[in-house]
């Protein structure tokens, strides 16, 4: 296979992407009219008591996910989870949350939103948060779970990853290969830093260092102040942007206990700001959007979301190929 051949495949989809990303799709509005309000749903007990679930799933954005080819939507976990705590806040049957997490993380500025607004509603509201640990509960999600007041892991769990990172590539060689050149105009030699289309310099990458390390600043203060009981000395050693499995993280402090999601439950019925029937049955209950049945714990997931039918596609084609910075563990 010739160089050219071996550089246009990758190169063509590149610009093919890049095409598309400046183009007009029609958008369809959603054959379902117009969206549902939340709906409380109860997944097991008969008390009068309540303990909310708010399901934390998939990568942490501010932005609205498609869910059809057709452009039907769901709002994005910042506005769920806020208008979830809104809804929470005003029921005072309410007497506690568990905030079942699977994520990987997600961008910085949405972990910190919905990191904060679990702060203000527990100050408001004054009864325990508890996080319960899935599959994976990384980097940004454990950012999410230090506004809780104590951490749960099933014996599967995945977390830590405590680090921040710019993604990026870099295609001036394969360009160049192809007889392409770029000829962006910018205002100063550091307008286009990040750009996939020229080289670093060395002060372009002090200054992304250091916009990196300033966040990841942000991120072991947070942790620090959620995991009181580990040394600061400890704690730098741990927050490398290491995994750590259930057993692990337990051993190092980072979770409180492992079990299931019922073990959770009672945990948190034994909490001291939990002002429930301690030997009761409260109802355990989810909001989500529509009128499907909920039968158990794991059936509640992040307001009945659909996948997306565009796959890969869709991430492909997003506004968020973007250079962001993310608190984000990725294989």
């Known amino acids: 296979m010739s160089l050219r051949k071996y550089f246009l495949t990758p190169l063509t989809l590149i610009f093919t992407s890049l095409f598309l990303h400046h183009c007009i799709f029609a958008s369809f509005p959603s054959f379902g009219g117009p969206r549902p309000n939340f709906e409380e749903k109860i997944i097991s007990g008969k008390d ?24 039907s939507s769901v709002e994005s976990p910042v506005a769920r989870i806020k208008e979830t705590l809104k809804f929470a806040e005003k029921d005072p049957d309410i007497k506690g949350v568990l905030l079942k997490i699977n994520s990987p993380g997600g961008t910085v500025t949405a972990s910190d939103i919905i990191y904060q607004e679990i702060l203000r509603f527990k100050a408001r509201k004054n009864i325990p948060v508890y996080s319960a640990f899935m599959d994976t509960a990384a980097s940004g999600a454990y950012y999410i779970a230090m506004s809780s007041d104590v951490i749960g892991a099933h014996p599967t769990t995945v977390t830590g990853s405590v680090g921040v990172i710019m993604q990026g590539f870099n295609f001036r060689e394969g360009m160049e290969k192809l007889g392409i050149k770029d000829q962006s105009v910018t205002s100063g030699a550091n307008k286009a830093i990040g750009s996939p289309f020229t080289e670093q310099t060395p002060e372009q990458k002090k200054i992304l260092q250091s916009i990196i ?3 990841f600043e942000r991120f072991f203060q947070v942790v620090k102040k959620g995991r009181p009981g580990v040394s ?9 942007g290491r995994i750590f499995t259930a057993d692990q993280a337990k051993k ?29 049955n409260p109802r355990l209950i989810v909001y989500q959007r529509g009128s499907g049945r909920i039968d158990n714990i794991y059936l509640a997931n992040e307001a009945g979301n659909r996948p997306s039918m565009l796959g890969g596609f869709e991430k492909l084609f997003s506004s968020s190929s973007s250079a ?7 294989l």
Not at 48 to 71: A, C, N, Y
Not at 232 to 240: G, R, S, T, Y
Request: hydrophobic content about 35%; glycine content about 8%.
């Open 324 to 330: 962001r910075f993310f608190y984000l563990w990725e």
């Open 48 to 71: 009068k008591d309540k303990i909310l679930v708010i399901p934390i799933e998939g990568v942490i954005s501010d932005e609205s996910r498609d869910t059809s080819f057709f452009g």
């Open 213 to 215: 390390d300033n966040l």
């Open 232 to 240: 600061e000395a400890k704690l730098k050693e741990l927050c490398d």
């Open 252 to 280: 190092e402090g980072l979770i409180d206990f492992i079990g299931y999601f019922d073990d959770m439950q009672l945990h948190l019925m034994s909490h001291p700001n939990y002002t429930g029937e301690k030997r009761g």
